[in-house]
């Protein structure tokens, strides 16, 4: 690597502790800039552990003195913007998973308002909420009709 080079490495949190002490040996310590977190779209959540909701990405660079920060700005593609809804002030927002991994319990699995999650989910709320959400216009729904919970911050359409 040239002495102005920078490293990322992107891996998931079951490897990152033995990849960090992996590469503090090979640069140092010193050479470490950052670690970044991604959080997914989606957490992979299950009733017997905390869910598996980001990844690592270690930020190092070849010299303590000598490289350089590239910002980064650029635009997304339209297949990423189509994720999103605009609010009244031209905030960007989605909608959130209603439903949780349920591999082998069949708590969450009711029919609400015409929609059932699919075989290894269930709902992640009971319908007593979904009912109070759905009151309270925080509840949309995808062209293909699955509920989506509306962030709370984002104002109601008039």
């Not at 960007?92 to 082998?104: F, P």
């Not at 929609?115 to 995808?142: C, F, N, V």
Request: charged letters at 30%; one cysteine or more.
């Amino acid at each position: 690597m040239k002495e102005t080079g920078a490293l990322y490495l992107h891996c998931d949190p079951t490897a990152s502790h033995y990849l960090k002490i992996l590469l503090d040996a090979i640069f140092g310590p010193k050479s470490f800039r950052n670690e970044i977190i991604w959080k997914r779209n989606t957490s992979h959540n299950s009733g017997h552990r905390f869910g598996r909701i980001h990844d690592t990405i270690f930020y190092y660079t070849k010299s303590s003195a000598k490289w350089t920060w590239n910002w980064t700005f650029g635009g997304f593609s339209p297949e990423q913007l189509g994720r999103y809804e605009e609010d009244e002030e031209g905030r960007l927002y989605k909608g959130e998973n209603l439903t949780a991994e349920r591999k082998t319990s069949s708590s969450g699995k009711f029919n609400w308002r015409g929609t059932i999650p699919g075989p290894t989910r269930g709902w992640a709320h009971e319908e007593e909420q979904l009912e109070k959400w759905w009151a309270e216009g925080r509840i949309l729904t995808k062209k293909d009709g699955t509920p989506r919970l509306r962030p709370q911050d984002v104002p109601r359409p008039a």
